[in-house]
C-alpha cells in the first residue's frame, strides 16, 4: 500500500496538492476519452432534414345504409433524412484545452523552480524559446504584430518561477503552484480584455501548436516503457512468482505485447491488410501514462539528486500528462485526424523500439536476479550492465528509424495538423479564402487526411459550389472514409439530380458503416421516392434498430406505410407500433388516423407552436393533421391556425383551409361554409378541393341545391357520385339513375351496384340534429335547442321549431338571428320563411312580412300555404289595427 499511496509520507500541503493534481489529471483523461470517442462527432453535427408532401384521406364522410359517400383530402406526412453538416469549431473545447494545458504548465514550471540553478534555467530557455515560437503577436494584445505579449509572458513566468527558485526556495510546492497560477491567471486576463482577434482561445492554441505536440510527443516517449517496467513487477512480484522465477513468464508475455505493436505498426503503415481487433493505441498511451505515475518515481529515485521525485519529477510527469491528454482531446475535439494518426505513431513506434531495447536491458541486466528469483522489479532502474540511458539512446534511434521508414510521414502528417487549425482559425472569423489556402497546405503535407478534406468540402458548400464539394468529399473518402463524408456526398449528388450516383455512394457507405442509422434511413428514404416501397421498408426498418435516435427512422416507416398499405394492413401495422414523443412522428400518425377514419381524441402537443409563431415542417404538419383529425373533438385549432395563418405567409392558405374543419365539425358552421364558399371563389388551383368538400359539407346539412351546385363544377370520378347521391337524395332518382350509368358505362364497378341499391331502397343519411330535435321538444330550453341548432344550423324544422320557442320567450331577435343564419344557405324552405315572416311583423317590419310572404306562397304546397296564412293573416291585421291607433 505504501507503493500505492506513496503520497502519504509526504506534508499535508503536498498531498493535498498532489490529491488535487491526480483530479485534475483525471479529469483531463475524463475529456480525452470523452473527445476520442467519436472525433468527428465533435464538429459535425446530424442535421435533420425534413420534406412535406400529401397523401388523400376520406375524413367527410356520409354514411348510407352499408355504404358511404367521402371525398378526399390532402393529409400530410413529413419524410425526414439525416444530412452531415459543415465542419464548424466547437470553441467550448479551446476553453476546456486551456484550463487543463495552463495548469499543467505550473505544475511543469513549479517542479523546475525546486531543481538545481543548471537545470532550472536550461528549462527557462527551452521554455521561453518555444514561446517564441507560439506567434503570441497573433493574439494582436496592445497592437497588431507587437511582442507586448510575448514579453509580458516572457516577464511573469520568468519572474515569478526566479523568485521561488532564487529568493523562495523554501518555498512548498502548493505555493508554487499556487503563485504560477496566479501569474496565468493574469496573463489570460490581459488577453482575454486586450485582445483585438475575435477568437482568443482558438487562435492563441492554433499558433501554439508546436509547443503542444512536443510536450505530447516527449511525454508520450517518456512513458514508453511503462509497460514493459509493469510486466516485469507483474512477472516478479511475489504474488506472481510463486515459487518459479518470472523469467518466462516475463518473457512470454513482453513477446506478446511487442508483437501486437508489431501488427499495429505493419497494419498503420499498409505492410498487411489483416482484418485484426487489436488493442487500440490509445488505451496503450493510456495504460502507459497511468502507470508511469509509479514507475516514473523509480525513474526519478535512480537519478539521484537529479530529478528528486517528491518535490520535482511528480509535478512536472503529472503536468506533462495533463498536457498530453489536454492536447490531444483538442485534436480529437477537432477532428485533426493527421495529427491523430500522428501520436498513434509515436505511442506504437515509441513503445515498439524502446519496447524492444527495454526487453534488452532487462534480460542483459537482470537474468542473474531472475534465475535467483528475486523481485527485479525493486531494481529496475539499478542495472548491471547495460545502462539505462544508453538503453533509451537506442531506443530513440529506432523510434527515429522506424519514422524514417514511413519517409516522414507522420512529421508531415503533424504538419498538415498545424496548417488544418489555423484553417479552422481563418473559417471561424470566415475569411474563407485564406482558410481554404491553409487546408491545401495541408493537402499538399498529407493529401488524404480526412480533415482538410471535408473542410474544404464545407467551404465549398457555403459558397456554392457543390462540384467543388463533392470532389473534397470523395477525397475524403480515399483513406478515412466516415459515414458523414457519404452523407455530404449523397446529398450534393441529389441536389444535382444525380439519383443512382446518390444511391450508388450510400450503398458503399452503408458497406463501410453497416450500422449507420443515418445512412441506412438515408438509402430508405431515396428508394421511397421511387416508390420501391420494399427497400424503402427495409432499410429503414434496419435503420431504426441502429441509430441513436430511432424516432426519426420511427416516422418514416409510418410515411412509407401510409403511402404503400392498404387501410386493412395499415389498421393492422399501426395497432403495433411503438409510440414516440417526436413531433414529425406525431404528425405522421395523426395522417395514418385519417387514412384509417380514425377520430378518437388525442392530446395536443403544445411544443408544435414555437414562441415566435414561425413554423417548422414538422410543425405545420402536425397542426394540419391535427386540426382535420381533431374536427369533431376540439375547436381550439378553428381559432389558433387562423392566428398562424398571418405569420406564416407562405402556409397561409394551408392553415386557413385546415381550420375551417374544426370550425365547421364542432363550431361555427356559417362562418365555415362563408369562409371556404369565398376560398372557392377566390382559388383557382384548388378549386375541385374546395367545391367538393363544400358540396359535401351542405350534403351533410341536408342542402342537396346547395351540394348539387358545388359538385356539379367538380372533375372526376368523385364530382359524379357526389351528383348522383345529392339528386338521389334531393328525390330527382331520375338523374342520379343517369349519373351512376354513366359511370359503369366506362368501368364496371360492383360498388356503384351497391350505391344505386342503397340510394334507391329509400335510405337517408342519418342526422344527430333529429334526436337532439326530439330531446329538445319533450324537454323544451335553450340549452337543448342549441345542441341541436349546433349540429345543424340550417335544418328548417330545428330552426322552426327554436324560433317559436324563441317567440313563446318574447326572445324575437335571437329567433330573427336564428332564421336569417338558415336562410344564407336554405332559401327554398318555406318553413324559414314562414318564420322569417311571423318575426317580421312582431318587429313591426311590414314589408320583410310582405316578402316572407310571398316566398312561402311560391314554395309551399297550397295545404301549407293556407295553414300559414290563417295565422298570418291575424297577426297583420293586428299589426296594422296597432297602427291605426297609434296614429
Not at 260 to 271: A, D, E, S, V
Not at 723 to 744: G, H, P, R, S
Not at 770 to 778: G, R, Y
Amino acid at each position: 500500500m505504501k507503493e500505492l499511496f506513496f503520497w502519504k509520507v509526504w506534508s499535508v500541503s503536498e498531498r493535498r496538492m498532489a490529491l488535487a493534481a491526480l483530479t485534475v489529471l483525471f479529469l483531463a483523461i475524463a475529456f480525452f476519452v470523452l473527445k476520442c470517442i467519436d472525433p468527428l462527432d465533435n464538429v459535425i453535427r446530424w442535421n435533420v432534414i425534413s420534406e412535406l408532401s400529401e397523401v388523400s384521406a376520406v375524413v367527410d364522410i356520409l354514411q348510407l345504409g352499408s355504404w358511404q359517400y367521402g371525398v378526399s383530402t390532402p393529409t400530410h406526412l413529413v419524410n425526414e433524412s439525416l444530412m452531415a453538416s459543415v465542419m464548424e469549431v466547437d470553441h467550448l473545447t479551446f476553453r476546456v484545452f486551456w484550463i487543463f494545458a495552463i495548469v499543467g504548465l505550473c505544475l511543469i514550471l513549479a517542479g523546475l523552480t525546486t531543481l538545481s540553478r543548471f537545470w532550472y534555467l536550461a528549462g527557462m530557455v527551452i521554455f521561453i524559446l518555444f514561446l517564441g515560437f507560439a506567434r503570441l503577436e497573433m493574439l494582436a494584445v496592445a497592437d497588431t504584430e507587437s511582442k507586448f505579449l510575448f514579453l509580458v509572458t516572457v516577464l511573469v513566468y520568468g519572474g515569478a518561477t526566479y523568485y521561488f527558485h532564487a529568493f523562495k526556495p523554501e518555498a512548498g510546492i502548493a505555493m508554487r503552484i499556487t503563485g504560477l497560477l496566479v501569474a496565468s491567471c493574469i496573463l489570460v486576463f490581459l488577453t482575454w480584455t486586450m485582445s483585438e482577434v475575435p477568437f482568443p482561445a482558438l487562435t492563441a492554441a492554433s499558433y501554439s501548436f508546436p509547443f503542444w505536440l512536443i510536450l505530447t510527443v516527449l511525454f508520450l516517449l517518456i512513458s514508453s516503457t511503462e509497460i514493459m517496467a509493469g510486466l516485469v513487477w507483474l512477472s516478479t512480484s511475489g504474488s506472481m512468482r510463486k515459487g518459479s522465477t518470472g523469467l518466462i513468464n516475463f518473457i512470454v508475455i513482453s513477446i506478446l505485447y511487442l508483437l501486437l505493436l508489431l501488427l499495429i505498426f505493419l497494419r498503420n503503415t499498409r505492410q498487411i491488410n489483416w482484418d485484426l481487433t487489436l488493442v487500440s493505441p490509445v488505451f496503450l498511451a493510456l495504460a502507459a501514462g497511468i502507470l508511469g505515475i509509479w514507475g516514473f518515481r523509480r525513474r526519478a529515485d535512480s537519478m539521484g539528486s537529479l530529478l528528486p521525485f517528491r518535490s520535482a519529477g511528480f509535478w512536472i510527469y503529472a503536468g506533462m500528462f495533463m498536457i498530453a491528454a489536454a492536447f490531444t482531446a483538442l485534436m480529437a475535439g477537432t477532428a485533426n485526424d493527421p495529427v491523430l494518426e500522428a501520436l498513434e505513431d509515436v505511442v506504437v513506434q515509441g513503445q515498439l523500439a524502446m519496447g524492444v531495447l527495454f526487453l534488452f536491458y532487462v534480460l542483459i541486466n537482470f537474468y542473474p536476479l531472475f534465475k535467483q528469483k528475486l523481485a527485479v522489479h525493486k531494481v529496475l532502474y539499478k542495472p548491471l550492465r547495460f545502462g539505462l540511458t544508453q538503453t533509451r539512446l537506442f531506443g530513440f534511434a529506432g523510434f527515429v528509424i522506424l519514422i524514417f521508414i514511413q519517409k516522414l510521414l507522420p512529421v508531415n502528417q503533424a504538419i498538415a495538423g498545424y496548417f488544418n487549425g489555423v484553417g479552422d482559425l481563418h473559417a471561424a472569423t470566415e475569411e474563407f479564402t485564406l482558410s481554404e489556402q491553409y487546408y491545401k497546405l495541408a493537402l499538399q503535407q498529407e493529401f488524404q487526411n480526412h480533415k482538410s478534406n471535408y473542410s474544404l468540402a464545407s467551404l465549398a458548400i457555403r459558397q456554392g459550389d457543390p462540384t467543388a464539394a463533392a470532389f473534397y468529399f470523395r477525397q475524403a473518402l480515399l483513406k478515412n472514409p466516415s459515414a458523414q463524408a457519404y452523407a455530404g456526398l449523397s446529398g450534393i449528388l441529389i441536389q444535382e439530380n444525380l439519383f443512382f450516383d446518390a444511391v450508388h455512394s450510400l450503398q458503399e457507405g452503408i458497406g463501410h458503416f453497416p450500422k449507420s442509422g443515418e445512412l441506412l434511413n438515408n438509402l430508405g428514404m431515396l428508394y421511397s421516392k421511387t416508390n420501391v416501397a420494399d427497400s424503402a421498408y427495409y432499410y429503414i426498418e434496419k435503420a431504426q434498430v441502429n441509430t441513436k435516435r430511432p424516432e426519426i427512422p420511427a416516422t418514416n416507416l409510418l410515411a412509407i406505410l401510409a403511402k404503400n398499405t392498404d387501410s386493412g394492413l395499415l389498421d393492422s401495422l399501426s395497432s403495433n407500433t411503438e409510440k414516440y414523443k417526436y413531433l414529425s412522428w406525431e404528425a405522421n400518425w395523426l395522417a395514418v388516423q385519417n387514412l384509417r377514419q380514425q377520430f378518437a381524441k388525442q392530446d395536443f402537443n403544445t411544443s408544435a407552436v414555437p414562441a415566435d409563431s414561425l413554423l417548422s415542417v414538422s410543425a405545420s404538419a402536425y397542426l394540419l393533421n391535427y386540426a382535420v383529425n381533431q374536427a369533431r373533438s376540439d375547436t381550439a385549432p378553428a381559432k389558433l391556425l387562423t392566428q398562424l395563418a398571418g405569420k406564416n405567409p407562405v402556409l397561409s392558405k394551408d392553415l386557413t383551409w385546415a381550420a375551417l374543419y374544426p370550425q365547421f365539425y364542432s363550431g361555427d358552421k356559417l362562418r365555415a361554409l362563408q369562409s371556404l364558399t369565398a376560398l372557392s371563389s377566390d382559388e383557382e388551383e384548388k378549386s375541385d378541393q374546395y367545391h367538393k368538400v363544400l358540396g359535401h359539407w351542405f350534403l351533410q346539412l341536408g342542402l342537396y341545391e346547395k351540394a348539387i351546385e358545388n359538385l356539379s363544377v367538380v372533375e372526376g370520378l368523385e364530382g359524379i357520385i357526389g351528383m348522383a347521391v345529392a339528386n338521389a337524395l334531393y328525390d330527382k332518382k331520375e338523374i342520379a339513375v343517369i349519373l351512376l350509368d354513366k359511370i359503369q358505362e366506362k368501368e364496371n364497378n360492383p360498388a356503384i351496384e351497391k350505391l344505386k341499391q342503397s340510394l334507391f331502397s329509400g335510405v337517408k343519411p342519418k342526422s344527430p340534429t333529429d334526436s337532439l330535435l326530439k330531446v329538445a321538444l319533450q324537454s323544451p330550453t335553450e340549452a337543448n335547442f342549441r345542441k341541436a341548432i349546433d349540429t345543424n344550423p340550417f335544418n328548417a324544422q330545428t330552426i322552426s321549431a327554436a324560433s317559436t320557442y324563441f317567440r313563446g320567450k318574447k326572445q324575437t331577435d335571437k329567433a330573427y338571428n336564428l332564421v336569417l343564419n338558415a336562410l344564407a344557405y336554405n332559401e327554398y324552405d318555406f318553413r324559414l320563411w314562414e318564420q322569417y315572416a311571423y318575426l317580421s311583423l312582431e318587429q313591426g317590419l311590414t314589408g320583410q312580412a310582405k316578402e316572407g310572404e310571398e316566398k312561402v306562397k311560391q314554395y309551399a304546397t297550397p295545404a301549407d300555404y293556407q295553414q300559414f296564412v290563417s295565422r298570418y293573416q291575424p297577426m297583420q291585421a293586428l299589426i296594422e289595427k296597432r297602427r291605426a291607433e297609434f296614429q
